[in-house]
């Protein structure tokens, strides 16, 4: 009786361990290092660009005359003394010099009748002279102060004017167009030419916001590539529009290149890769963790539920890209089942 006990009491254990093995699976198995977890599928976004100068500019006369000499031609850089046009000054430097004589005359004039007033105040003190004389030179010498003064400032602004009788743009600039030859006649409010700044470039591109919030989260510095000069560049988000185009429902932004080994000019094509969480919500696992069963493919959970999965391909680590409404990323499966 006690042997028929014992075996009794040996097989009751033996079933109690088997229904805590089978009622509590995923505790015992979470434990376990043959579970992995899966990781969103990364999706590589290609965006094409094309540079352009930091800033452009038009170049305008301020001035009507005869051009005499151009300086710079399409594609110079314009020099350091920035010189770049030069018009005839014949004109308005006769206007000076004739200013210049009329404020002498206008000089000799004031010492003169500055002398006679002197003198005629001291003759009115021995009234040997009338009030009337000494307040006819004052008033002389009043009128010839004034218009010295109204001459003088004509002649500061036809010196201005002589300034801008030679055209200048910002140092290092380069020609963009030039509308004018040496011995044209410009007038005033007519272009010269377009400039451009191409030591710093600009590359305009139209994101999402969650392309732009991926750009943030990066620092605002990508790597764009050069294809046709097969070269890459570091380049910084520069500016923001605080608006979207209704239409493509994009951002307009603006990445900047300051330096690189190339060739600065505009119209380069520009290449911008964003690595994005796939939309379509497809994840990575390891190659081990995916069960083939005819022609099915079947993750397994730590519970032991088989998840049919859709194979997309193989990532560049040898692991698999997989898709189902039953997958998530952040869920855990066995790695080996």
């Known amino acids: 009786m006690k042997i028929k006990s014992s075996c009794v009491d040996f097989l009751l254990s033996f079933i109690l361990l088997t229904l805590i093995n089978l009622a509590y699976p995923v505790t015992l198995m979470a434990s376990s290092p043959d579970i992995f977890e899966a990781v969103a599928a990364p999706r590589m976004i290609s965006l094409t660009g094309f540079t352009r100068p930091r800033v452009e500019m038009t170049l305008v006369s301020e001035e009507s ?3 005499i000499a151009v300086h710079a031609d399409v594609g110079d850089t314009i020099g350091s003394n920035g010189l770049f046009v030069n018009l005839d ?24 009748y500055h002398k006679e007033a002197d003198r005629y105040i001291k003759l009115v003190k ?13 008033r002389n010498l009043n009128s010839a102060e004034s218009l010295l ?18 055209l200048r743009a ?9 509308y004018i030859e040496p011995g044209e006649w410009v007038t005033k409010g007519e272009k010269v030419a377009e400039l451009g700044n191409f030591k710093t470039l600009l590359v305009p591109y139209a994101l999402t916001v969650k392309e732009l919030e991926k750009i943030d989260s990066m620092g605002g510095k990508v790597t764009l590539d050069l294809p046709d000069i097969d070269k890459s560049v570091v380049a910084n988000l520069e500016r923001i529009s605080p608006d979207f185009d209704p239409e493509s429902r994009k951002i307009d932004v603006d990445f900047k290149i300051s330096s690189g080994d190339f060739n600065f000019r505009g119209g380069l094509r520009t290449e911008l890769k964003i690595e994005m969480v796939d939309p379509g919500g497809s994840v990575i696992v390891p ?13 397994v959970r730590p519970d032991g539920v088989r998840v049919k999965v859709l194979i997309l391909g193989k990532t560049e680590d040898g692991k698999l890209r997989v898709s189902s409404r039953a997958v998530k990323a952040g869920q855990k499966f066995l790695l080996k089942p």
């Open 149 to 166: 003064r109204s001459t003088q400032l004509k002649l500061d602004v036809n010196k201005e004017h002589l300034r801008r009788y030679t």
């Open 287 to 299: 190659t081990s963790a995916v069960v083939k069963t005819y022609d099915d493919y079947f993750l």
């Open 65 to 67: 005359a005869m051009c």
């Open 126 to 138: 021995k009234n040997t002279a009338s009030q009337s004389e000494l307040d006819l030179h004052i």
């Open 170 to 178: 910002p140092a290092g600039w380069r020609v963009i167009k030039r």
């Open 89 to 112: 000054p014949k004109f308005i430097n006769l206007e000076i010099a004739q200013l210049k004589a009329d404020i002498n005359r206008l000089k000799s004039d004031m010492n003169y």
